[in-house]
T-cell receptor, first 113, second 110 residues
């Protein structure tokens, strides 16, 4: 089944404790991206990747890192999480950038205390 | 901000009625996409309309695009309770970044 998977789905952590949210797709998509969703603000793009080893900042990259060492995986790293990073995070992928519809993962609900 | 604006923010209709939601944006686009999100879950792509298209249909969905007014509308005909969800428009300005609106919450009453 074609899908985008994220792990963990739920995470409660404390300020400053490094964490990684994994994202994997099985559709051989070149483009992957991360979004955060906050009430009343819609989705905002954090980082995106056009292909392996090619990543770039979205609209809200501060406090986040990403890497794209393999085509299928695009982990989101929070080196020192803070409470303002409490949010619902989505990974998405597509065959060719944003010229086509995106496949979204199920989301990761992160709470930073 | 290039972020799209959607209206209404919330819409409540009876099953069988049509639902219309609107999206406006500020700068020129390559395409505009509509997504559905059931409560707290991942977004599902519904339909994409390119800047040189004016209308597109997919099942009970009809999307229009007016680039002169920088606006789009999504019409869901003969709504069902299962259509209850949040609907988001997203605009592509660069082929690698999508800008999402804040969404319309649709409630379809049985």
């Amino acid at each position: 089944e074609a899908q985008v998977t994220q792990n963990p789905r739920y995470l409660i952590t404390v300020t400053g404790k490094k964490l990684t949210v994994t994202c994997s797709q099985n559709m051989n998509h070149e483009y992957m991206s991360w979004y955060r969703q906050d009430p009343g603000l819609g989705l905002r793009q954090i980082y995106y990747s056009m292909n392996v080893e090619v990543t770039d900042k979205g609209d809200v990259p501060e406090g986040y890192k990403v890497s794209r060492k393999e085509k299928r995986n695009f982990p989101l790293i929070l080196e020192s999480p803070s409470p303002n990073q409490t949010s619902l995070y989505f990974c998405a992928s597509s065959l060719s950038g944003t010229q086509v519809g995106q496949f979204f993962g199920p989301g990761t609900r992160l709470t930073v205390l | 901000s290039q972020q799209g604006e959607e209206d209404p923010q919330a819409l409540s209709i009876q099953e069988g009625e049509n639902a219309t939601m609107n999206c406006s944006y500020k700068t020129s686009i390559n395409n505009l996409q509509w997504y559905r999100q059931n409560s707290g879950r991942g977004l599902v792509h519904l339909i994409l309309i390119r800047s040189n298209e004016r209308e597109k249909h997919s099942g009970r969905l009809r999307v229009t695009l007016d680039t002169s007014k920088k606006s789009s509308s999504l019409l869901i005909t003969a709504s069902r309770a299962a259509d209850t969800a949040s609907y988001f428009c997203a605009t592509d300005h660069s082929s690698y970044k999508l800008i999402f609106g804040s969404g319309t919450r649709l409630l379809v009453r049985p």
